[in-house]
């Protein structure tokens, strides 16, 4: 494959994450801000979603023989660039990271388990780091 293919490819499946990302963002801060039951049962898919790519994240965070092995089809979608990339942003603080990945994704995937203020803001930060890769990628794929 050539340069440009091979950024291509990456940058369209930074951008799908990112998207997925968002959209899920969105839609959980929607029902958290209606703070409804039904509309919180609304949001199953993307609760699902997110809480299969948060899975898939500590996974790939997680040091070798650590992660599990839920969420296989999502650990596909995530960029080594982004890993790469939380890794060096968290550096000491990486385990506590994946421990509050981990438990977001619980909370998630509890129906009656709302996120905290902290989840969402745990969120927010990874939907940031997402769309920082997807426009990296972008940039580069522009200069070739």
Do not use: F
Not at 53 to 59: D, F, G, N, Q, R
Request: hydrophobic share 35%; charged share 35%.
């Amino acid at each position: 494959m050539s340069d440009v293919s091979v950024l291509s490819h990456e940058y369209k499946t930074a951008s799908e994450l990112s998207r997925s990302i968002n959209d899920a963002v969105i839609e959980l801060k929607k029902a958290r801000n209606e703070g409804s039951e039904a509309c919180w049962r609304e949001t199953a898919e993307d609760r699902r979603r997110m809480s299969d790519i948060l899975l898939a994240l500590a996974s790939l965070l997680s040091p070798l023989g650590e992660g599990d092995s839920t969420g296989n089809e999502e650990v596909a979608r995530v960029s080594g660039a982004l890993v790469s990339r939380i890794r060096s942003d968290k550096g000491g603080a990486l385990p506590y990271y994946i421990d509050d990945l981990r438990s977001v994704a619980k909370r998630l995937r509890d129906e009656c388990g709302e996120p905290t203020q902290a989840d969402m803001s745990l969120l927010d930060e990874l939907a940031a780091a997402s769309s920082a890769e997807t426009s990296r990628v972008y940039r580069r794929l522009m200069r070739r």
